[in-house]
């Protein structure tokens, strides 16, 4: 009887630590779904008004919680940007790593697969565009905070797949720079300078069928 009983109140420990487990695991979660939801409508908001044109009011307000919480959460103005631009930067190469490794071919990709995705990634988080292409026309706090902790790592990797695709004989011997720069800035300024287009030509450049398109015509062009 005694060793049924310790045996039943084991049980009922380990269900306990198991049901504890479980709901802080479900608490972290859900604080970590609040708080990317936060950083989400914060980088739209940099993305669309700059830094100069958002208040900590106006994100509280969009993304539903009290200044008071979003300062407790990021302390300052300053402090939010940073974070915000952190965790697009993080989504758009967490989505680049996942559709690169969900390829067949573990070889170099080519410049065309390249290109599609690189696409595709711009399309799906814009402030990844808009927020660089805003803090760069003047050089700030901010556009060094971009300069160096984001683009001087990316511009190093460019480098590598390029003298890759040179090696192969996929491409001519150009400056990876350059065709960085030829890939990258078409299609984020039809993302970021989407609006114009629109009132110009009544034309969603920001789109998936135009940005498919847009890559179909660079793929041919670089071919």
Known sequence: MRIA????VSVCEEL????TKTQNRTRQQQREASKAARLDAASDLFGLFCFEGVSVNRVADQSGISKQNLVYYFGSKEGLWKAAVEHVFMQFEAK?????????DTATPSLQTFIRIYFEACRKYP????IPMIEGVNRTWRSTIIA????????????????SLIERGDIADVPALHLQNLIAGGA???????PIWSDAIDLDTKSRDFLKSYADTVIKLLS
């Open 188 to 194: 984020q300024h039809f993302i970021a300078m989407a």
């Open 5 to 8: 009983v310790e045996l039943c």
């Open 148 to 163: 160096e902790k984001y683009l001087a790592r990316h511009i190093p990797r460019f480098e590598s797949y390029t003298r």
């Open 96 to 104: 680049l790593a996942r559709d690169f490794s969900a390829l067949s």
């Open 16 to 19: 306990k630590m198991t049901s």
């Open 127 to 130: 402030a990844y565009v808009k």
